[in-house]
Nanobody, 116 residues
Framework: QVQLVESGGGLVQPGGSLRLSCAAS????????MGWYRQAPGKQRELVAT???????NYVDSVQGRFTISRDNVKSTVYLQMNSLKPEDTAVYYC??????????WGQGIQVTVSS
């Protein structure tokens, strides 16, 4: 079992920044990829960014150059630094981790609202 606790969301003005964190606990030694997804009202959940154990990253085109995903394997934590935020970034953001031989786990979701 893996438990995920997300933090760092909130309300920010367009052009502002937020940093999301997701701390994993439990059977963490089998965690491989970590990532962030988001779901806006009326839309399907979409991948935002992922990072492998080795540090390779992948981003959806709409956040490329504005968002940075990183991880601290000692703390079993994944981060999402979000800069130059736009109203269209408003969504519930979900942490996702993949666990070898088990499958994947999701965080509870955290609201990010970009509005003036």
């Amino acid at each position: 079992q893996v438990q995920l606790v997300e933090s760092g969301g909130g309300l920010v003005q367009p052009g502002g920044s937020l940093r999301l964190s997701c701390a994993a606990s439990g059977t963490i030694f089998r965690i491989t990829d970590m990532g962030w997804y988001r779901q806006a009202p009326g839309k399907q959940r979409e991948l935002v960014a992922t990072i492998t154990n080795g540090g390779s990253t992948n981003y959806v085109d709409s956040v490329q150059g504005r968002f940075t995903i990183s991880r601290d394997n000692v703390k079993s934590t994944v981060y999402l630094q979000m800069n130059s935020l736009k109203p269209e970034d408003t969504a519930v953001y979900y942490c996702n981790v993949k666990v070898r031989f088990v499958g994947e786990y999701w965080g509870q979701g955290i609201q990010v609202t970009v509005s003036s």
